[in-house]
């Protein structure tokens, strides 16, 4: 049984996360200025609900600051929500408990109560596009598909993370259309 709340104690707050992130530092952070939460995900968001969102990532991840930049500006933007992050290579035991296809795919979000019991998980990325990233990667040399998923991300704008997020933590989410 993993103890969430002394990973908690352990885990860095994102500003804290992106300040150490000697390499890719200026990505995560200008994601993160860049990152909108529309009033329909706020409007989500019963008052009262306390949610704490323990992130499994590295710097390196190139799926990282496109997800959890916009669920960082959400948790900032409504009380009673908390992220914290973990490094997925310091943490292989917990790694290995949210395992996808047996490979250690990053991030992983796993959501909390108030309480710290696990309330489900959710990772490495959108629904969508990792269907569409299983489909494609066998054929799709790494220099056509990484471009691809970086225009995904930039025209889903972090919606589907936020809706898909909200969802995991047992939260209703209005459907939206996400632009084209």
Not at 130 to 156: C, G, H
């Given at each position: 049984?993993?103890?969430f709340?002394?990973?908690?104690?352990?885990?860095?707050p994102?500003?804290e996360?992106?300040?150490?992130?000697?390499?890719?530092?200026r990505?995560w952070?200008?994601?993160?200025?860049?990152?909108r939460?529309p009033?329909w995900?706020l409007?989500a968001v019963?008052?009262g609900?306390?949610r704490r969102?323990?992130?499994?990532?590295?710097?390196?991840?190139?799926d990282?600051p496109?997800s959890?930049?916009p669920l960082?500006?959400?948790?900032?933007?409504?009380p009673?929500?908390?992220?914290?992050i973990v490094?997925?290579?310091?943490?292989?035991?917990l790694m290995?408990?949210?395992l996808?296809?047996g490979?250690?795919?990053?991030?992983?979000?796993?959501?909390?109560?108030?309480?710290?019991r696990?309330?489900?998980?959710?990772?490495p990325?959108?629904?969508?596009l990792q269907?569409?990233?299983m489909?494609?990667?066998a054929?799709?040399?790494?220099s056509?598909?990484?471009?691809?998923i970086?225009k995904?991300?930039?025209?889903?704008?972090?919606?589907?993370?936020?809706?898909?997020?909200?969802?995991?933590?047992?939260?209703?989410?209005?459907?939206?259309?996400?632009?084209?």
């Amino acid at each position: 049984m993993l103890d969430f709340r002394a990973l908690w104690a352990e885990a860095l707050p994102f500003e804290e996360f992106t300040s150490r992130s000697a390499e890719h530092c200026r990505l995560w952070e200008g994601m993160y200025a860049i990152a909108r939460v529309p009033a329909w995900v706020l409007e989500a968001v019963p008052p009262g609900v306390e949610r704490r969102f323990l992130v499994i990532v590295e710097d390196w991840c190139g799926d990282g600051p496109s997800s959890i930049a916009p669920l960082a500006k959400l948790v900032a933007q409504v009380p009673g929500f908390e992220l914290r992050i973990v490094g997925r290579d310091d943490h292989p035991a917990l790694m290995d408990r949210y395992l996808t296809n047996g490979a250690r795919s990053i991030p992983i979000v796993v959501a909390l109560d108030g309480g710290f019991r696990e309330l489900a998980h959710w990772g490495p990325r959108p629904r969508e596009l990792q269907a569409w990233v299983m489909a494609n990667k066998a054929t799709l040399p790494k220099s056509e598909l990484y471009p691809q998923i970086r225009k995904w991300y930039a025209r889903d704008q972090g919606l589907s993370t936020l809706r898909e997020v909200l969802e995991t933590a047992g939260l209703p989410v209005v459907r939206t259309p996400i632009p084209s």
